[in-house]
Each structure stands twice: as C-alpha cells, then as structure tokens.
C-alpha cells in the first residue's frame, strides 16, 4: 500500500523559505513521478512541480519557477519541495502526489496517489 507523508510546513513571513518533505512508501517508485500540489481555501488543486523518481527530471508551473525547487532522495525515498521568496498568495496546504508517467505532469488525475497535506501559510 503506497504511504505518502508530508512534512515542514508552518507559518513563515513573506519572503522567507520552508522546505517540505514527502517520505513515500509502500512499492519501489521507479517509473513513477512525484509530484507538488496546493490548494488554497476554496480553490482547486494547483500543480507545483514534478520529478521523475528515476531520471530526476523536474517540471515547474510557471508562476513557481525561480522560487521552487523540487528533488528526491532515492536512498531515504522521500521527495523535497524548497521554497523560497514566499508570498502571501502561497499560503495553501501542500500536497505530495505519486503515478506513472502517463497522463499530463500537471494534472492532479495523473496522480492515484496522495499525503495528507501540509499547512504553508505565509503572512506579511
């Protein structure tokens, strides 16, 4: 059963930097990707970025390039998301994703498997 647990969210001001983590479990993820979604208060999901858990190809929505950056650590099997230069309009709750390669990077039905999400809140 695949397990994803995020971790490190909180309440920074803006500006600052968070780093959160995603420790996955449960089958070996080669061939999979991972992904970085948000959703603020009554909105949809939103794409972050992705990674390839074998090749470590990353993709970013564009309003995050720059300022994000997503990894992974295949010995410890858990996937990072550093942010830095956060705004207010990051606050959201973050949320760790895992599929296949098939299907768009940036959908959230791309992904059957998701954490339980991190709180990121960011005042001024």
């Known amino acids: 059963q695949v397990q994803l647990v995020e971790s490190g969210g909180?309440?920074?001001q803006?500006?600052?930097s968070l780093r959160l983590?995603?420790?996955?479990?449960g089958r070996t993820f080669s061939g999979y990707r991972m992904g970085w979604f948000r959703q603020a208060p009554?909105?949809?999901h939103e794409f972050v970025a992705r990674i390839t858990w074998g090749g470590g190809t990353t993709y970013y929505a564009d309003s995050m390039k720059g300022r994000f950056t997503i990894s992974r650590d295949i010995a410890k099997n858990t996937v990072y998301l550093q942010m830095n230069s956060l705004k207010p309009e990051d606050t959201a709750v973050y949320y760790c994703a895992a599929g296949s390669l098939a299907g768009a990077s940036g959908a959230p039905t791309s992904y059957p498997y998701?954490?339980?999400g991190t709180q990121v809140t960011v005042s001024l």
């Open 10 to 12: 909180g309440l920074v």
């Open 14 to 16: 803006a500006g600052g």
């Open 21 to 25: 983590s995603c420790a996955a479990s």
């Open 42 to 44: 009554g909105k949809e």
């Open 114 to 116: 998701w954490g339980q």
